[in-house]
Structures are given as structure tokens and as C-alpha cells.
């Protein structure tokens, strides 16, 4: 995709990932326009950087959903990016009942989310010369964590849309990207200090690297041996991989 000229709108860019991109695109001279629940964190992250945008925003509420892409369309009608990145991560146990607040949750956030949001804004992407949609999986999506096997699952089901929302696509202006980030050092799982996830300046930059091509995914070195795993002897690799947690 290019990488300036753009008015791009992220989700939960209001810390980790999402912020680390939207400061990154911001620096290239993008309009980006950040959404998220917190409106502290909103507020931070456009003080940090004059000239970025802000909306509140539930992904996990349509009504909010419309609401947003109602302003998004009539505020910057040269809209042409949308990064679908707002997402949670919970512990779980599926060998036992699953809490049905953690399971509405992650969902709405994960994947019945993204799903609106694209709804609601892809008429205004098709209309547009250039436009791209990213949405940002994991590599969970192809090795599942099982502590949190239901976040694993979301992710795993934004691939799946993903490559039905590019096949529908492929005959229109709007490209679509996957982004499947490793362990980052983020918030998810408090995960800010842990000396095994990777950094978050580097990931960002490696990711803009990656996004900067025609890659229809975008992942850092790190993440490629997850991704690469799916085939008729990933179930060894996943548990390999889960053993390892465990222990």
C-alpha cells in the first residue's frame, strides 16, 4: 500500500499496536483519526502528536459503529484507510464452562466488530481511487493459545473473513491487508515489561516495512514460523507450542 497521502482511521489506537501505527502513519504526513473507548488514552495520544483526530467509539455497539462512520464520512470524505485493530485477550479454560461475559466480549470486540465496522465504511472505500482495509489478526490464528483459546478463535475466524472480504474485493480500488503480530509488548495480558514478547518500536517499524509493499500480510521475521505452520502436521507444532506455556 502507499504509505502517505492517506486519511486513515484506527481502532483502538489509543495504546499499544494501534497507537505505535497511528504515530507511525502520522509521521508520514497521513491525516489518522484514532477511536477507541478510553477517552484518556484518546486524549494522550493527540496531544502527543498535533494534527491526529480522535472519535469515541464501542466496537462492540452497532449504534456506535453507525455513528462513527457517519462522522468519519461527512468530517473526512478522503477517508481511504481503514485499520481494524481494537481487540481483547482474556484467560480462559475451554475444558470447563466459559464465562459468558468473557465470551460476548471478546467476540463483539474481535470479530463481530471489525465485521461492522468494515460494513459500515466499504461503500465509501469502493468510492475512493486507493483505498485499503487492514485488519490485525495474530499468529494465534494459526497456532491458538489454548489459556486463551477463545481469543485464539476470533482470530483465527479474522483470517478466515479476511481472505473472503479480499476475494470479494479483487475487482474493486480497495486492497485488503492481514497483519498478524507475534507477542508485542503491549497491554494485552499486561504484557509491557515481558522480556519474551518483542518490543513494540521495532515491531511497528518492521510492520511499516512490510505494509510499505504489496504483501497482502504483514508480518515481522519473528512471525513467519506460526504462520507457516498450517498444514496437515500443525497439531504437533500447537501442542509443541502450548507445552511450553504450561511448563
Known amino acids: 500500500m502507499k504509505t502517505t497521502g492517506n486519511t486513515i482511521f484506527i481502532t483502538g489506537g489509543g495504546s499499544g499496536i494501534g497507537r505505535g501505527l497511528a504515530e507511525a502513519f502520522h509521521r508520514l504526513g497521513n491525516q489518522v483519526i484514532i477511536a477507541g473507548r478510553r477517552r484518556a488514552n484518546l486524549d494522550e495520544a493527540i496531544a502527543a502528536n498535533p494534527g491526529m483526530q480522535a472519535l469515541e467509539l464501542d466496537i462492540t455497539d452497532p449504534q456506535s459503529i453507525a455513528r462513527v462512520a457517519d462522522e468519519l464520512t461527512a468530517r473526512w470524505p478522503s477517508l481511504n484507510v481503514l485499520i481494524n485493530n481494537a481487540g481483547v485477550m482474556h484467560i480462559d479454560d475451554l475444558a470447563e464452562a466459559v464465562d459468558e461475559t468473557l465470551l460476548l466480549s471478546t467476540l463483539s470486540t474481535n470479530l463481530t466488530g471489525p465485521i461492522r465496522m468494515t460494513g459500515a465504511l466499504v461503500e465509501h472505500l469502493r468510492q475512493q481511487q486507493d483505498a485499503t482495509i487492514i485488519n490485525v489478526s495474530s499468529v494465534l490464528a494459526f497456532v ?27 475487482d474493486s480500488s480497495v486492497r485488503v ?51 507457516n505452520n498450517v498444514g496437515p502436521d500443525e497439531s504437533a507444532f500447537v501442542t509443541q507450542f502450548n507445552d511450553k506455556f504450561a511448563a
Not at 146 to 169: C, E, F, P, W
Open 144 to 170: 491458538p493459545m489454548a489459556m486463551a483459546g477463545v481469543y485464539s478463535s476470533t482470530k483465527a475466524a479474522i483470517h478466515s473473513y479476511t481472505q473472503s472480504l479480499r476475494y470479494k474485493l479483487k
Open 177 to 227: 491487508v492481514e497483519i498478524a503480530p507475534p507477542w508485542v509488548q503491549t497491554d494485552l495480558l499486561n504484557s509491557k515489561n515481558e522480556p519474551r514478547a518483542m518490543p513494540l518500536a521495532p515491531y511497528i517499524e518492521q510492520t511499516m516495512r512490510e505494509l510499505g509493499t504489496d504483501a497482502i500480510e504483514a508480518l515481522v521475521e519473528i512471525a513467519r514460523p506460526m504462520r
